[in-house]
Nanobody
Framework: QVHLVESGGGLVQAGGSLRLSCAASGSILSIKAVGWHRQAPGKQRELVAGATDSGSSNYADSVKGRFTISRDNAKNTVYLQMNSLKPEDTAVYYC??????????????WGQGTQVTVSS
């Protein structure tokens, strides 16, 4: 019923910026919570940023002050603005959303991932 599609990944030089997008489609009433996760080669998957409808947000220590999570509720889209990128930010980034569906209540969904590569 619901699909998440990430976009915006690519290759960027250190110090540059990217904006990732995650568009949700389907029978959606609202998106209650959103998050971005990443997994680099040889490393555990980690939470990068998350936000709730109550207004709270959290970030991994490694990205605080550089990344910002935001939402466009009218478009059912979540963004991750990534500034001052570092080579260690290189990873596959995944979006996650807790979706209130028109039928079926709440369910957690994941996107397919988008590659971010930061060159030195």
């Amino acid at each position: 019923q619901v699909h998440l599609v990430e976009s915006g990944g690519g290759l960027v030089q250190a110090g540059g910026s990217l904006r990732l997008s995650c568009a949700a489609s389907g029978s959606i009433l609202s998106i209650k919570a959103v998050g971005w996760h990443r997994q680099a080669p040889g490393k555990q998957r980690e939470l990068v940023a998350g936000a709730t409808d109550s207004g709270s947000s959290n970030y991994a220590d490694s990205v605080k002050g550089r990344f910002t999570i935001s939402r466009d509720n009218a478009k059912n889209t979540v963004y991750l603005q990534m500034n001052s990128l570092k080579p260690e930010d290189t990873a596959v980034y995944y979006c996650n959303a807790l979706v209130h569906r028109e039928v079926g209540g709440l369910r957690d969904y994941w996107g397919q991932g988008t590659q971010v590569t930061v060159s030195s």
